[in-house]
């Protein structure tokens, strides 16, 4: 290998280049072992091994996990020894026996972990010291059942509690000042004190309040106050002294405090008076001053804290009210607390994670009352349905609301709508809080005045009318992007206030038809206004066209006529907006979908007398047609009319009891046939359907039906041999309406004719065959399924080949 430097250069050369490896080696294992000391702590005796390069794979459980594991089983045992000990072999000693017993084997076992720390075996030290910690609480029990068996086990634990939480503190202190006093460790080694301890003292101290609480007599508030001293003691703590046990220690408060809350909410829920709840009022008082600090003082605590003492104060305030009103107006008063705090989004000296607890809570209190109203609500708008019992009775009663039951969520619509609408001005980006006010706000006006004036339905029915079309107009006029979200909960509050006023409308004459009138014009003046959105207007189409039909058949009934001839009047909507056509502009599509629907609203009025539906299907077809002349709706309307005038003239020939259907049907068959050649002579490319497919179909469709009716030979013979011509003549021609038709009214024929003889052969053949032979037919299909397939295609496209 050559190089241009002279050796000696070379060698200062790498001599400084292997000098920086070793510093940046240096600095690495430095990092490494400052992350293990303090910042990023592995397991409980779990030490990262320094890499060592040129080994092979290790095996595969990594040494450090398999001498925790034998730590942990070794420290296992030895304390069931010890508790098979206390609790078996401890009466066989004397005083003095047990006593040396114990003192020589906690005595070992606390004291040998300080021996393994200056040798840098800490996993072992960790595992000796829990099993001594362990002694120290056998220590605690043989004490009280020797020497103390007449004291208070509660109080006892109490005590004992608090002194070995002490005790291990001490412990874990002394041992980490010595192991770090007696040595240096080398890389790789950590001198950091032991984790459980610590731990175990600071899990212990969560006992001595609840437990001498408990020792008192102490119940309720008295056990919730226990509660939160431990935990303010633990949030002290935690913040006081960050690191590894602040967590342990929030952990803990949290809970402790999360208890004391629950306390003082269970006190204050079985509270039966003023007195009663002011205890536990001002124990929830203190749990949200608690919680609100700790939120406010601590970074990084999630909002969740501010919004767990929101939730005390405004529990802490209610509380003292709520006994002396109804549950309906306890509500109330918890809301009236709750929505205050919202206002906690508008005071920027708060923390953010303050602000958006507060502001959480009482969000979340609104929310709960909210849909407790709406279902009031509900219960109220399913009761008008009694009406649908005897239209027209104007028997029934107004919805018993109640004065005080239905005034209280009465006035929880409304703040929580106020509230929401107040949010929606705060937080301008976010559609939610506006449809909820919409929401709320429709649902409070529409059932005010059912709780205000239950006894005057004329008064109802005007103020639901103007609430009903008051969100109409909010939808129609909901053009901006951001009011979007609003304008669709407009739209929708306005269809199930009109539903609620029409099925309510329908207990009096007059009241029908007013209400059915003015709520259609609005809707005919809602599509004509351009500037509204497309939706909205499309929306108000059709529902123009639905209250028309709807009045029509309100007319037949005040006409007292039979409900068959209700349907010709319906007719007459569909025609209308048949004839309006193009001048109905961007709403066209939705108002022929709402006269479509009304004209299936007709032919089912008139199924129940076949002369009428025969009529009515003719009309229809009649109002087809005309809206086929117009070439842009010629395929949408061109097949239902011929469908509806095919439909009518079976209808007609069934009702008369015609037995020979073909002696009306032929002469059709031949003009239609005879127009359709003619047109496609003048329009070669006109296809076979339109051509030939009416006129083929209004003899071939009724004859098959009539064949399988007929138990003589004739018809089948006749109608069979008109099917294989019109197929054969389809096939010669290319042409696919003949073909189709006619090939499936041979086969019709032909199933009719074997039907009998495949029944007999099927009874004959023993009861196991049709199964088998299905599954035969089912492997042998799906053997050969990709080649079924390219023959479906190539028929599908032989098929669409033909005119």
Not at 101 to 119: E, K, S
Not at 157 to 183: D, E, N, P
Not at 556 to 577: E, I, M, N, T
Request: aromatic share 6%; proline share 8%; with cysteine.
């Amino acid at each position: 290998m050559e190089n241009p430097l002279p050796p000696g250069e070379e060698l200062a050369l790498i001599d400084r280049e292997l000098f920086q490896l070793d510093a940046r080696r240096h600095y690495l294992l430095s990092r490494r072992e400052w992350l293990l000391r303090g910042r990023a702590p592995l397991a409980w005796g779990v030490q990262a091994q320094p890499p060592r390069p040129g080994r092979g794979p290790g095996p595969q459980t990594p040494a450090p996990g398999a001498q925790n594991v034998l730590l942990i089983l070794g420290a296992v045992l030895l304390a069931v020894a010890a508790l098979a000990f206390t609790l078996v072999s401890w009466g066989s000693l004397g005083l003095a026996g047990r006593s040396a017993v114990l003192a020589a084997v906690t005595a070992a076992a606390l004291g040998l972990p300080a021996a393994l720390l200056r040798r840098g075996l800490r996993s072992t030290a960790e595992a000796v010291a829990a099993v001594g910690l362990l002694l120290t609480v056998l220590d605690a029990y043989a004490l009280y059942a020797v020497g103390m068996p007449g004291t208070d086990g509660t109080a006892y634990a109490a005590g004992a509690a608090a002194v070995l939480a002490a005790v291990w503190a001490a412990y874990g202190w002394a041992l980490a000042g010595w192991a770090q006093a007696g040595r240096t460790p080398a890389a790789g080694q950590s001198p950091t004190a032991l984790r459980i301890p610590p731990a175990a003292a600071l899990l212990t101290a969560q006992l001595p309040l609840p437990l001498a609480a408990l020792a008192a007599g102490a119940t309720g508030p008295d056990v919730g106050w226990a509660l939160l001293a431990t935990a303010a003691l633990d949030a002290g703590f935690a913040l006081l002294r960050p690191g590894r046990l602040a967590r342990w220690a929030g952990t803990a408060g949290s809970v402790a405090g999360g208890a004391a809350l629950l306390t003082g909410l269970a006190e204050s829920v079985a509270a039966g008076s003023t007195g009663a709840a002011l205890g536990s009022s001002a124990l929830l008082a203190a749990v949200a001053v608690l919680a609100v600090a700790v939120a406010w003082r601590a970074a990084g605590v999630p909002a969740v804290f501010a919004a767990a003492g929101a939730l005390a104060m405004v529990a802490a305030l209610g509380g003292p009210a709520a006994p002396q009103l109804r549950p309906p107006w306890a509500a109330v008063a918890y809301l009236v607390v709750a929505l205050p705090l919202l206002g906690a989004l508008r005071v920027p000296a708060l923390p953010a994670a303050v602000r958006r607890g507060l502001a959480w809570a009482g969000a979340g209190v609104a929310a709960l009352q909210a849909v407790s109203a709406t279902a009031w609500v509900a219960t109220v708008l399913v009761g008008r349905l009694r009406v649908l019992e005897e239209v027209w009775s104007a028997t029934t009663p107004a919805p018993a609301a109640g004065t005080a039951l239905g005034a209280a969520p009465l006035v929880v619509l409304l703040l929580t709508a106020g509230a929401a609408w107040w949010l929606a001005r705060v937080l301008p980006g976010r559609p939610e809080p506006g449809v909820a006010a919409v929401v709320l706000g429709w649902a409070g006006l529409f059932t005010a005045p059912v709780v205000l004036c239950p006894a005057a339905p004329g008064a109802v029915f005007a103020v639901q009318l103007v609430v009903t079309l008051t969100a109409g107009a909010l939808a129609l006029r909901s053009t901006a992007p951001a009011a979007a979200g609003p304008g669709f909960a407009a739209g929708a509050c306005a269809l199930v206030g009109a539903g609620s006023v029409s099925v309510a409308a329908l207990d009096g004459r007059l009241a029908t038809f007013g209400v059915f009138g003015l709520l259609g014009a609005a809707c005919a003046a809602g599509a004509a206004y351009r500037a509204a959105p497309a939706w909205a207007r499309a929306g108000a189409a059709a529902f123009a066209v639905g209250y028309a039909a709807l009045l029509a058949v309100a007319l037949g009934a005040l006409l007292d006529r039979p409900v068959a001839w209700w349907a010709p009047p319906v007719l007459v909507v569909p025609a209308a907006v048949a004839a309006l056509g193009p001048r109905l502009g961007g709403v066209r599509a939705p108002a022929e979908v709402a006269a479509a629907g009304a004209g299936l609203l007709a032919v089912a009025l008139a199924a129940g007398d076949a002369p009428v539906l025969a009529l009515v299907l003719a009309l229809a077809g009649v109002v087809c047609a005309g809206a086929a002349v117009r070439p842009e709706r010629r395929s949408a309307a061109g097949w239902p009319a011929g469908a509806l005038f095919l439909a009518a003239t079976w209808v007609r020939l069934a009702a008369s009891g015609v037995t020979v259907p073909e002696a009306y049907t032929l002469p059709v068959t031949a003009a239609a046939l005879a127009v359709g050649f003619l047109r496609r002579r003048r329009d070669p490319r006109a296809a076979s359907w339109t051509a030939y497919g009416p006129g083929l179909a209004a003899t071939l469709l009724p004859s098959t039906l009539a064949v399988w009716g007929d138990p003589h030979w004739l018809r089948p013979l006749l109608l069979g041999a008109g099917a294989l011509a019109v197929t054969l003549a389809g096939a010669r021609r290319r042409l696919r309406a003949p073909l189709l038709l006619g090939g499936a009214t041979l086969v019709a024929v032909a199933l009719h004719e074997l039907t009998p003889y495949v029944i007999q052969v099927v009874d004959a053949l023993p009861r196991w065959l049709p199964p088998a032979l299905a599954g035969v037919l089912l492997l042998a299909v799906g053997a050969t399924y990709e080649k079924r397939l390219r023959d479906a295609r190539r028929l599908r496209e032989a098929i669409g080949r033909l005119t």
